[in-house]
Each structure stands twice: as C-alpha cells, then as structure tokens.
C-alpha cells in the first residue's frame, strides 16, 4: 500500500538538497519527498502542499458542500476521505492534509460545537467554572473519533504516493475555543485564567494534553506519515508567556507521544525561538511574518522549516507574479537541506485556481542550482 522505496535511506554522502543522484532522484515519490524534507534529507526539490487546502476555494468541494453540511463531511469517513483527495487529484501536492477540524477534540470531550449563520464557530457552552472544567473528559476520545480514524483509512487506500498527514490544535488553541465559548476576534479568557486562577488553567490544559495526546495516537495507528499541532492562538501570548502558556505544554504532548512519525509545529505569531528550537518537533511551520532569509541562519540545521509563503499573495497577484515571488523563496531556501514549501497560513476561500497552479507547477520544476 505503501510507496516501495525507503524515504528514510540517506544516499551515501547526501547532505544537501544537491547530494542526491540523479538515478535515485528519479525515483522519488511525493511522499518520499515529503517525509526527507521533514528528516533534512537530500531530495530532487522541495516537496509541496498547502494549510486548508481541503475545500474552500476547490470548486468540487463546494459541489459537496451544496448537498452536505461542513459537519457532516468531517463525521462521515467517506466524505472526509473524498475531500482529504480532492486537491491531491486536482493539484498533485506531495501531502495530503486530512479533512477535519481540531474542534472535534473538544466535542470528543463533551463540549460539542457549531457553526453560526453570520460565520465563526459556537461551542455549545462556554467554559466558566472549575464545574465546567470537571465536566469535560477525554475519557471516550477514541469512540467517539472512530470516524476519523476511518476517514484516514480510506483515503490512505488512495495515497499510495503521496505523504498523508493528520493534525490536533494545540492544547493552548483548544482552550482558547472552549473559554470563549467558540470563536472570537479578541479571545482574553484563556489569558485571564492563567494568570488569576492558574490551579483552574492548570486542570484543564491538563486535560487538554492527554486529549491532544490520545487523539495524535489514533491518527498514527490508523496511518497519517506526520502529524502537524496547530498553534493557530500562539499569537495572543507575549514572548515571555509563550513558554508558560503553551509551549510547556506542547513541549509535554511530544515526549509523552513519542512519535515514530514526524511531527510538524505551526505556533502562528509566536517568536520565542529558544523555546520552539525544543519543543520536540522535526519540523517547525513558519508564519508569513518572518523574515526567511535571515531565520534560516538562526534555526538549527537539525530542524526543517516548513511555509512561510503569504496566503495573500495568493488574492492580488498575477499568476506571472506568483512565479517571480516563488523562485524567490525557493533561491533562498535553495541550500538548506530540509525545507517544506507551504503557506504562512490557510488557503485563502475566494483564492483563483490559475494562481495556486502557477505555484504548485513553479515548486514542481524547480530546479536546484
């Protein structure tokens, strides 16, 4: 079911994008690609794929989403299976990206969610009360996500190339949804219970670690190649409390998982890098706020670097320009062995197809210096 050659045999002497063959290059599958990149391991060129490119802007997806419901397409194993393959079949990425949502951690727990009319997501009651706190359990986790481990095995049926990766929401993200009772523009109550009741924040980041941890399990038994952690709320801390306010706990899901696969970190906003140079990951996912050039010099060379490409870009330039704006980052990621082309975020919705294809098909022949 898997590709047959092994994406974990570094070529004799291969150090660098440039070291690989030009036999064994021609062999590489995608999912090959994908998986040297997250070990720094010599390959033809940087493989590809895109945050949220499941859906939104696919026209195929909308199709689904006239006759179906958002949930029911995550709940259902086919469905979630089909739109997981959708941008595989349309663009040829090298990873799929499963189709779900990090909110079903949350639901799994007892704290359901939903989507409001005028758009945001709306949790079915809002963590106020240590009681609320002690309601919630990860008790049932796995029963209550078999669909997604489901899903994860059909579409795996069709990724016999191409790299399959799951995803969680980091505990301190997760928080963020379940205090404020869904989402907002100005989320503040994760932030007022750590520093007044830091017991209570305590208890339920608590929860939320095994939560994330158990729900990472069962995507790896069921097959993803890697998994990503969503920090997408990494932002809203300062420097100084990131390490405390969620990268402690990050830093605890990846030594209690022991992952035997990789492990891609996406803290959006955050920039305490001693703290997230060690959390544990083999990959760190780079918004589009950093400056690429001069953080290649800054991270450890052990480390790949995954995105950093801003989403929108994607919504005001010509294809033309996309290309130019591509090559760019491609040069300057050109002689560091492990680097993983994506965006700095999400696919924007309203993104035209013409200009994710200039990218993917700029990023697909590259060539290296």
Same mark, same amino acid.
């Given at each position: 079911?898997f590709a047959?050659?092994d994406p974990? !045999? %570094?070529?004799?002497?291969? &150090? #660098?994008?440039r070291a690989l063959? *030009? ?5 590489? &599958?995608?999912r090959?690609?994908?998986?040297r990149?997250?070990?720094c ?5 940087p493989p590809?794929?895109f945050m949220?490119?499941?859906g ?5 997806y909308?199709l689904?989403r006239a006759?179906?419901?958002?949930l029911?397409?995550v709940r259902?194993p @086919? ?5 997981t393959?959708?941008?595989?079949w349309?663009?040829?990425?090298d990873?799929?990206?499963l189709f779900?949502?990090i ?8 704290q359901g969610?939903?989507?409001r ?5 709306e949790?079915?009651f ?5 009681a609320?706190?002690?309601?919630i359990? /990860? @008790?049932?986790?796995e029963e209550r996500?078999?669909?997604? #481990? ?5 579409a795996?049926?069709?990724l016999?190339?191409? !790299?399959?990766i799951g995803?969680s929401?980091s505990?301190w993200?997760l928080? =963020?949804f ?8 100005? /989320?503040v109550?994760?932030l007022?219970?750590?520093?007044a009741?830091?017991?209570? +924040?305590?208890a339920?980041?608590?929860?939320? &670690?095994v939560a994330?941890? %158990? ?5 790896i038994?069921a097959?993803?190649?890697? $998994?990503? $952690?969503?920090?997408?709320?990494a932002?809203i801390l300062?420097?100084?409390?990131y390490k +405390? ?9 990846l030594?209690?998982l022991?992952?035997?696969?990789p492990?891609?970190? +996406? ?8 703290t997230?140079f =060690? ?7 780079? @918004?589009q ?5 001069a +953080?290649?010099?800054l ?6 670097l *995954? ?6 870009m994607?919504?005001?330039l ?6 130019i ?8 990621m050109?002689g560091?062995p492990g680097?993983?082309f994506n ?5 924007p ?5 013409e200009n994710?294809r !200039?990218v993917v098909?700029?990023?697909?022949h590259? =060539?290296?210096?």
């Amino acid at each position: 079911m898997f590709a047959t050659t092994d994406p974990n !045999a %570094r070529p004799p002497g291969a &150090t #660098s994008l440039r070291a690989l063959p *030009q036999s064994r290059a021609s062999e590489l &599958t995608s999912r090959d690609r994908a998986l040297r990149a997250c070990s720094c391991e010599a390959s033809d060129r940087p493989p590809i794929w895109f945050m949220r490119q499941a859906g939104r802007c696919l026209p195929e997806y909308r199709l689904l989403r006239a006759r179906h419901s958002f949930l029911d397409l995550v709940r259902t194993p @086919d469905l979630a299976a089909e739109v997981t393959l959708q941008p595989i079949w349309r663009f040829q990425f090298d990873a799929a990206i499963l189709f779900s949502d990090i909110l079903v951690v949350p639901e799994a727990m007892g704290q359901g969610y939903r989507f409001r009319d005028q758009g945001g997501v709306e949790m079915d009651f809002a963590i106020r009360t240590r009681a609320d706190i002690a309601r919630i359990t /990860p @008790d049932q986790l796995e029963e209550r996500l078999e669909y997604v #481990s489901q899903a994860i095995s059909k579409a795996r049926l069709w990724l016999l190339r191409t !790299a399959l990766i799951g995803f969680s929401g980091s505990p301190w993200t997760l928080a =963020n949804f379940m205090l404020e009772g869904g989402s907002s523009t100005r /989320p503040v109550r994760a932030l007022e219970l750590m520093e007044a009741a830091p017991d209570a +924040f305590e208890a339920l980041l608590e929860k939320l &670690t095994v939560a994330v941890i %158990r729900f990472l399990r069962l995507q790896i038994a069921a097959g993803v190649d890697a $998994i990503q $952690i969503f920090d997408s709320h990494a932002g809203i801390l300062s420097q100084g409390a990131y390490k +405390f306010g969620s990268g402690r706990w990050t830093k605890r899901v990846l030594e209690e998982l022991q992952s035997p696969v990789p492990v891609i970190v +996406f803290a959006k906003g955050a920039r305490d890098w001693p703290t997230l140079f =060690n959390l544990g990951q083999q990959v760190l996912s780079l @918004d589009q706020g950093v400056d690429l050039n001069a +953080f290649r010099a800054l991270a450890p060379e052990s480390m790949a670097l *995954q995105g950093n490409f801003s989403p929108e870009m994607l919504l005001h330039l010509s294809p033309r320009e996309l290309r130019i704006k591509t090559t760019s980052l491609l040069n300057t990621m050109a002689g560091r062995p492990g680097y993983i082309f994506n965006l700095g975020h999400g696919v924007p919705p309203t993104t035209p197809l013409e200009n994710l294809r !200039a990218v993917v098909d700029t990023v697909r022949h590259f =060539n290296l210096p």
